[in-house]
């Protein structure tokens, strides 16, 4: 499968074309998509979470497609909304964006701050294809981004820093994408920025489509379906072993796969039966912001519509300064209730962002 792609030269045009004019390439995309459909067989054997599994990979594969063959030129960046994408506990209080780059170019942003809460940007090497990594390469920090009397901002991106540039995120020679993340407290207040991204080298005329570049994107885009599924997999898998608690982990699985180096992350996996619930108590510490999450069994966040999210500015505190969180079928009248929303097993996530200190939460299973 694919094999034409480690040919080299004049001899990988000529393989790419043949495999084009055959329709071998389609059926190498077809058969690397079935594969990873064997992520989803390989996870719960009920018919509900194998139907969100297969959910979840066409999600991966429309983003995957559209960045692969449509937004990945490096020399003409755009822009990437995740839209209805959800990744490895995507955060529902996010507005999340990405571009494609290369770590020996230069860039621009310009954009308009907005008053949402948080605005972060991170250089990263994408090998979700390669390895199921998202190293980090150079971070922009909302405390560092340095905004305009106006409102206005500019970050140049590049491998060495400008003696001019107010704002810097850096690139490495293996940089392949710019991550935006912006996180509201309050979504019904706050406005997120509005951004463009230019390079600023002279960038050569675009040329005809070849062969090479198809092939080559639905390699990428069935092997990044199939990568993304199975790290995301394996980490459900991991949490399992530890049922309804949220340990630390250790964060350095979490950075290897695109986690903001800001952010704390305590994951875990939870399972009730009927009539029972997780109440989960902690600390929280003084931080910039933080957040409670309930994600599937596949580590997306459920849907938004039901009370599945709180944050610094949604949470009713303890009079002590404590957190208590109920996640149930129902609420119960107390704690500060997180709906299952149908779900009877999944995954949840507590971030504390830029804090100096990292609360343990307790965990235990009630009858209601």
């Keep these: 499968m694919f094999q034409y792609w480690t040919t080299s030269g004049s001899n990988m045009s ?6 084009v004019l055959t329709g071998q390439a389609w059926t190498d995309f077809c058969t690397a998509l079935e594969k990873a459909g064997q992520v989803v067989l390989a996870g719960p054997d009920n018919a509900f979470d194998r139907a969100e599994g297969f959910r979840y990979l066409s999600r991966l594969l429309r983003n995957s497609l559209y960045a692969t063959l449509e937004n990945s030129d490096p020399d003409r960046p755009r822009w990437q909304g995740l839209d209805l994408v959800k990744i490895g506990a995507d955060n529902p209080d996010n507005v999340y964006h990405s571009a494609p780059v290369k770590g020996t170019n230069t860039y621009r942003i310009t954009g308009d701050r907005g008053t949402i809460a948080l605005t972060t940007f991170g250089s990263k ?3 979700y294809a390669k390895d199921g990594t998202m190293a980090s390469t150079g971070e922009l920090r909302n405390d560092d981004l340095h905004v305009n009397d106006d409102g206005t901002v500019e970050v140049l991106v590049s491998a060495d820093k400008p003696s001019e540039a107010a704002n810097w995120l850096p690139l490495a020679v293996d940089s392949t994408m710019i991550v935006l993340r912006e996180s509201y407290l309050d979504r019904t207040t706050e406005v997120p920025g509005r951004w463009s991204i230019e390079r600023l080298e002279d960038t050569p005329p675009t040329e005809p489509l070849t062969s090479s570049h198809v092939v080559r994107s639905l390699q990428r885009a069935a092997l990044g379906v199939h990568g993304t ?3 995301f997999q394996a980490w459900t898998e991991l949490f399992m072993t530890r049922p309804n608690e949220l340990p630390d982990w250790g964060q350095e699985m979490f ?3 695109g986690g903001d180096p800001e952010i704390f992350y305590l994951h875990g996996y939870w399972k009730l039966e009927p009539g029972s619930a997780w109440v989960i108590d902690t600390a929280v510490p003084d931080c ?3 957040n409670f999450q309930l994600s599937n069994w596949w580590m997306e966040s459920l849907d938004w519509d039901k009370q599945i999210t709180l944050n610094k500015h949604t949470a009713r505190l303890n009079e002590d300064g404590t957190l208590t969180i109920v996640v149930a079928e129902r609420d119960p009248g107390w704690g500060h209730w997180i709906d299952t929303a149908g779900h009877t097993n999944g995954t ?3 971030r504390w962002v830029g804090a100096d200190e990292h609360p343990l939460p307790t965990c235990r299973v009630v009858e209601l």
């Excluded at 000529?14 to 495999?19: G, N, P």
């Design 14 to 19: 000529e393989a790419t074309d043949e495999a």
């Design 125 to 127: 090497a994408n090998r």
């Design 229 to 231: 599924a199975a790290t």
């Design 255 to 257: 950075q290897r796969a």
């Design 288 to 290: 910039p912001y933080w």
């Design 348 to 350: 949840a996530l507590i």
